[in-house]
């Protein structure tokens, strides 16, 4: 059974099928992420966080361009006390697809640029086209990322790396993007979605509430030292002992061996 969840923009929608929901971002041609579409992808990310239902999340943005930035037109009359208010509420947005407490796969056909690659960096993994172009092209324009690809970009794929695709602007191919690490599959063309879906659907059914544990453990000790990430994964380990999914898997495992647990979420 499949159904669509609205958001406050009809550029931004989610469709929910097998416990699978795309949000999908549509807005012809190229799909600018404008103000409008920044803040719907922030609601969509809480309104998929939130559903029961939903166990994965695909990011796509069609057949023929993830999203190719923002929506320079908008942003060039901006003067800086506007910015100062913006950028927070722009972190904000992407960060609430960050933070989605599922696994979360960018399904990239076409371009993926600017603000459009740092939406992919929220993912978890990410999957392109092989005609599929990525990069940070806005010091082209005089300006740096503002979305996070400053940051998320380094802890991906390492400073070097970063500086070189931020310092100059120039887009990759999905080879290379494979190679240093920006991309995780590289797919025929059109096939980024049906790719995505294969590889989140492995989770539905899955439990639910160990995968959110494991996904904060792993971006949250990122963001400290060792000793401080030693300390959030024994939190999350010890959290999972009141779920009835460990009792589950444990009994299962005991009982019939590996991989044969049928978990409820809960």
Same mark, same amino acid.
């Given at each position: 059974?499949? %159904? ?147 940051? %998320? ?97 444990? %009994? ?13 979420? %809960?």
């Amino acid at each position: 059974m499949s %159904r669509t969840v609205a958001t406050a923009s009809d550029l931004v929608r989610i469709e929910v099928e097998d416990g699978i929901a795309t949000v999908r971002v549509d807005r012809p041609s190229m799909n600018p992420l404008s103000i409008e579409v920044q803040d719907a992808l922030g609601e969509a990310a809480r309104l998929v966080g939130d559903d029961d239902e939903v166990a994965a999340v695909v990011l796509y943005g069609g057949e023929k361009v993830f999203a190719a930035g923002a929506d320079i037109k908008e942003m060039q009359d901006m003067s800086y006390p506007d910015m100062v208010r913006r950028a927070p509420v722009i972190q904000e947005c992407f960060s609430a697809v960050a933070r989605i407490p599922k696994p979360v796969v960018a399904a990239i056909e076409g371009y993926a640029l600017g603000a459009g690659n740092e939406l992919a960096l929220c993912a978890d993994f990410r999957v392109a086209a092989s005609d599929a172009r990525l990069g940070q092209p806005e010091i082209l324009l005089g300006v740096v990322p503002g979305a996070g690809g400053s940051q %998320r970009l380094a802890r991906l794929v390492g400073p070097a790396k970063a500086k070189d695709l931020v310092f100059t602007g120039r887009m990759v191919d999905a080879a290379e993007a494979l190679e240093m690490g920006l991309v995780d599959r590289v797919c025929e063309p059109g096939q980024a979605h049906a790719t995505a879906l294969e590889m989140v659907r492995q989770y539905v059914g899955g439990p639910g509430l160990a995968l959110r544990a494991a996904k904060e453990a792993i971006d949250r000790g990122l963001d400290g030292d060792l000793e401080t990430g030693l300390a959030i994964e024994a939190m999350q380990f010890a959290g999972v002992f009141a779920t009835k999914d460990r009792e589950i898997g444990m %009994r299962s495992f005991v009982e019939q061996g590996p991989g044969k647990a049928e978990f409820t979420g %809960r």
